[in-house]
């Protein structure tokens, strides 16, 4: 008898380091592809999969402390190559999703960063207001006046770029319609931004309201299909069912948006938390364009033949040139 309890025993330890085992590789498998989600995008789309991957450039990255509660410190990415190089190269400002500071981002400012920008973020785990963005972006010009510095004069003024996933959209369009130098920017993306829904008083608060008709720079902004971004919410009016980012709420952005280039547009069966990594291969071609003048990534926005338009990844597009 106890021969037979002895091997129970061994089988039953045995099973459960099985188990742990399996749970421990699931758990690895599944961060591994979280850290490098970029090599995983399903696309028949060719300059859709083409952006996906990592550019060319190698990279490195730094922090900086910052002495403010808030942002705690900045992270910056840029191309290794900077270092020893005569050129500029151009800012993206990435203003955080709710309670996922930079740290937590940086596979995102990885591979902005190997097409060739300057990629700065921060600590910032509410970043609705727009000021922790406006921030960063006078850290880079700081930079790029300071001697002792490694961007000394290495970061193009001229072309400067802000995203946001979530709070962070409400962030984006904040920073550049309500701090100084968001004159600044000079092209925007935003992923399943915080619907104006939730900045009534009687929801979330005006600290998360804006005003897209203030806007004057390049607009691409996308959500999800899935219900947390969707719901089922068909007007503002509506106090149940409303998702984070509805269609009715992208399509009346867009008709309040008075500004020459304007699109948006939503991923096919992807939901909220997921929004900003698989349209990261668009967004990345949206700033290669407007920052760097990137001729080739024009054709998946511009003209009747746009790429976007015949990706089956995408529905809902609605564009201005």
Known sequence: MRKLISIIFKIIVTLIIFIILAIIIIFSILNYKNNHYYNYLETNAKLESEYAHLGSYEINSLSIEADDEVIKKYSIYYPTELENSDTNYPIVVIANGTGIP???????????????????????????????????????????????????????????????????????????????????????????????????????????????????????????????????ATSIDETTGQGICPLYAMEDIYNHLNNEYKIMGRLVDIDHGDTYKKADSYMTAWFLYWLKNDKEASNIFFGDN????????????????
């Open 102 to 232: 930079a740290s937590k981002y940086q596979s995102f400012f990885k591979h902005l960063a190997s097409w060739d920008f300057i990629v700065i973020g921060n600590e910032d785990e509410n970043s609705r207001t727009g000021e922790s963005s406006s921030k960063s972006l006078d850290l880079m010009i700081s930079l790029n006046n300071n001697k002792e510095s490694i961007f000394y004069k290495k970061v193009d003024t001229e072309n400067i770029g802000i995203v946001g996933h979530s709070q962070g959209g409400v962030a984006v369009i904040n920073a550049v319609n309500n701090w100084n130098n968001g004159i600044m920017y000079k092209a925007m993306y935003t992923a399943s931004a915080t619907s104006p829904f939730w900045g009534q008083d009687s929801q979330l608060g005006s600290e998360w309201s804006y005003d897209v008709s203030l806007i004057n720079i390049p607009y691409f902004f996308i959500a999800g299909t899935g219900y947390f971004d969707a719901g089922e």
């Open 306 to 321: 746009a790429e976007i338009l015949n990706n089956e990844n995408w529905q809902d597009i609605k564009k201005s040139f």
